[in-house]
């Protein structure tokens, strides 16, 4: 019996680790997707560029503070029409809130699933800029950090 | 007992002499500032640093080297700079596309950042168009045809590097 339990509770946290495993993804295949299909624009370390491109490091975690924000992130048509599949798209998107914005993601922020980024991709968005603008304004009226974020002109994103 | 500590004590001290009368503090600390300075003088010299990686074979200047399997434009090595540096008088573009090529040396497919240099006219040596990989330019993310001087103070396109920034996922 003893042994039946061990092998229970072996199998119990493989089981787990697994799904720890699958829910993080593969950072090095979502590194290698970032360099591919965001780095080009958003440069070397998500840091945009002035007036032409949004940064993304240190900032983009604030779109998770919502349900209209964290759906933009994935409908804005940079994600949507990426050339990568569902499963890598989900995984390259928590790769980069997690690397680039840990400290401006929600509390209890979920990793987007597969399931969510397959129903949100297929309908991108036609109008980003003003989306976005509005997003940020809304989010920022109950957000002071991301006010004070947005008012720095050396951190504008 | 005590003769033996006493041994001991004779024998660290005129080692401890010899050694203090052979060398001194400040031949130690000259030797070392010059070993220091030698060191980081090294990355100076002109060795050919900003060419080819180890494992790369051909000419960087020639259309047909592995790197430029997917570029549009001339080759800044024929132009002033080199595959990875932009000629003097230009500014590298930090916005750009990036592809992948394979390297016959090992097989391996590492990812190309083609960033362009710009603010002067065009070079107009060494063009090469070979167009691997390249995409329409309403996939502008993969598109050669476009100028990529965005982000520079010129938008006037020189030419281009090739820059290895990564290895790809094996397929």
């Not at chain 2, 001991?8 to 060398?23: F, G, I, N, P």
């Amino acid at each position: 019996m003893p042994g039946q339990t061990r092998t229970v509770k072996s199998i119990l946290a493989a089981a787990l680790l697994a799904v720890s495993l699958s829910a993080a993804g593969d950072d090095h295949r979502a590194k290698i997707n970032y360099m591919l299909y965001c780095q080009g624009c958003h440069l070397p370390a998500a840091e945009g560029l002035e007036d032409k491109v949004p940064r993304m490091s240190g900032f983009v975690g604030y779109f998770t503070h919502s349900d209209e924000g964290r759906r933009f992130l994935i409908q804005v048509p940079g994600s949507a029409t990426a050339p990568v599949n569902d499963e890598q798209l989900a995984e390259l998107m928590n790769w980069i809130l997690r690397t680039y914005s840990a400290d401006e993601l929600a509390d209890g922020f979920e990793p987007y699933t597969v399931a969510e980024v397959a129903e949100l991709r297929q309908t991108p968005d036609t109008d980003p800029a003003a989306r976005r603008k509005q997003i940020l304004e809304d989010l920022s009226k109950k957000n002071r950090q991301l006010r004070r974020s947005l008012a720095q002109p050396a951190t504008s994103p | 007992m005590n003769w033996l500590i006493k041994q001991l004590d004779r024998m660290t001290e005129s080692k401890t002499r010899t050694v203090a009368q052979s060398t001194g503090r400040r031949s130690f600390m000259g030797r070392l500032a010059m070993t220091l300075t030698g060191v980081s003088a090294l990355p100076l010299l002109p060795v050919a640093r900003a060419q080819q990686q180890p494992g790369e074979t051909g000419d960087p200047n020639s259309c047909d080297y592995w790197r430029y399997c997917a570029i549009d434009g001339f080759l800044c090595g024929c132009c002033g700079g080199s595959m990875n540096t932009c000629p003097p008088g230009t500014e590298m573009s930090p916005m750009t596309w990036l592809g992948t090529c394979q390297n016959p040396a090992d097989g391996k497919n590492y990812i190309i950042s083609y960033n362009d240099c710009c603010g002067k006219t065009s070079c107009g040596a060494c063009l090469c168009n070979r167009n691997e990989a390249d995409r329409p330019v309403y996939r502008p993310q993969a598109a050669n045809d476009i100028n990529w001087c965005i982000g520079t103070k010129h938008l006037t396109y020189n030419c281009s590097t090739a820059i290895v920034v990564g290895t790809a996922l094996e397929q």
